[in-house]
């Protein structure tokens, strides 16, 4: 289950960064996606391609961390799960992303796109990790 885990992940996190550049890219996003450097000041100076790669590692690790949270919620649907558990995971990004003082600020400054991303990357980690719990359960 542990291969599983991580390499399901992997592949989530391989789409999201790439998305996350895209929705830089085209300016669907506020903020910078590595500007974690900037604002803890450290890499400041390094490489784009080395903050890029340390979001990739923190994604990844958030991302196995959420395949093993989603096996919680086998007995409910998966599409109810996923849209309210990516929505409170993207409205909690963009809080401390966006370092809003308010919660209506953060609602009138949040992404569409953002929101879009992480509430379709939740739903395939919890569709895969359920589907993998089903057919080699841990039990076994």
């Given at each position: 289950m542990k291969g599983l885990?991580?390499?399901?992940s992997f592949a989530g996190t391989v789409i999201i960064v790439i998305m996350l550049k895209i929705l830089d890219?085209?300016?669907f996003i506020k903020w910078d996606?590595?500007?974690f450097s900037d604002t803890?000041?450290?890499l400041k100076d390094s490489n784009a391609f080395i903050k890029w790669g340390i979001l990739f590692i923190i994604v990844w690790a958030g991302s196995i961390i959420l395949y093993y949270i989603s096996l919680l919620?086998?007995?409910i649907p998966?599409?109810?799960t996923s849209i309210a558990l990516g929505l409170?995971?993207?409205f909690v990004l963009e809080w401390i992303i966006l370092d809003a003082s308010s919660i209506e600020k953060t609602i009138k400054r949040m992404s569409i796109p953002f929101i879009c991303i992480i509430i379709l990357?939740?739903?395939?980690?919890m569709e895969s990790a359920i589907f993998h719990a089903q057919d080699k359960p841990l039990s076994k």
């Open positions: 885990a991580i390499s399901t890219f085209f300016h996606p590595v500007g803890f000041h450290i919620f086998m007995k998966v599409p109810i409170l995971i993207a990357a939740t739903r395939f980690l």
